[in-house]
């Protein structure tokens, strides 16, 4: 009996002996992949509504979050336990300061949201961690924020190569 392509099943075999970069680098991708689904699916579609968006808005926040990590991981240096893009991608700035390690996508305005909204904790929940609804109005629109979402993408399969060469780099004139 062969498998069908619905009916994969996707195991973790080796993760025990992958590095903590390499997972993170693989998490971010996933996270990615999930906010395009959620977009394009979203798309053209009637029930295309604020709260059925925010789990994709999440997705990328997280897929961003992930990779700034996985940079972080990769050059040797602990991540801090923050979903603060601005934290994050400051840190990430100041340890690859090269303009071939710098995000050209559009990472101001996703900083700009994660900020305003707890980092991303209206995607997680619809009220705050004192039950009330989120106060500020916001709005999602598929077709930038799919833009966007490609941006980031050219940005991470740009920047992931970029980042195992400057280390190597690094490591060799060490």
């Given at each position: 009996m062969s498998e069908s392509p619905t009916h994969r099943v996707a195991m973790t075999w080796d993760q025990?002996?992958?590095?903590?970069?390499?997972?993170?680098?693989?998490?971010?991708k996933g996270?990615?992949?999930?906010?395009?689904?959620?977009?394009?699916?979203?798309?053209g579609t009637e029930h295309a509504t604020f709260y059925n968006l925010l789990?994709?808005?999440?997705?990328?926040?997280?897929?961003?979050?992930?990779?700034?990590?996985?940079?972080?991981?990769?050059?040797?240096?602990?991540?801090?336990?923050?979903?603060n893009l601005k934290r994050l991608h400051s840190q990430y700035q100041k340890l690859f300061p090269g303009k071939e390690l710098t995000f050209q996508c559009r990472?101001?305005?996703?900083?700009?949201?994660?900020?305003?909204?707890?980092?991303?904790?209206?995607?997680?929940?619809?009220?705050?961690?004192?039950?009330?609804?989120?106060?500020s109005h916001a709005q999602i629109n598929i077709?930038?924020?799919l833009e966007v979402i490609g941006e980031f993408f050219e940005d991470f399969?740009?920047?992931?190569?970029?980042?195992?060469?400057?280390?190597?780099?690094d490591k060799a004139s060490a």
């Open positions: 025990h002996e992958r590095s903590k970069h390499d997972l993170l680098f693989e998490m971010s996270y990615m992949h999930a906010a395009i689904v959620i977009f394009e699916e979203q798309r789990p994709g808005h999440f997705a990328l926040q997280q897929s961003v979050e992930l990779f700034l990590k996985a940079a972080m991981s990769l050059k040797g240096i602990q991540p801090p336990i923050t979903h990472i101001g305005e996703l900083i700009n949201w994660n900020e305003r909204y707890a980092n991303g904790q209206d995607a997680r929940y619809p009220f705050d961690q004192e039950g009330k609804a989120w106060l077709e930038s924020t399969e740009r920047l992931e190569p970029a980042l195992r060469k400057a280390i190597l780099i």
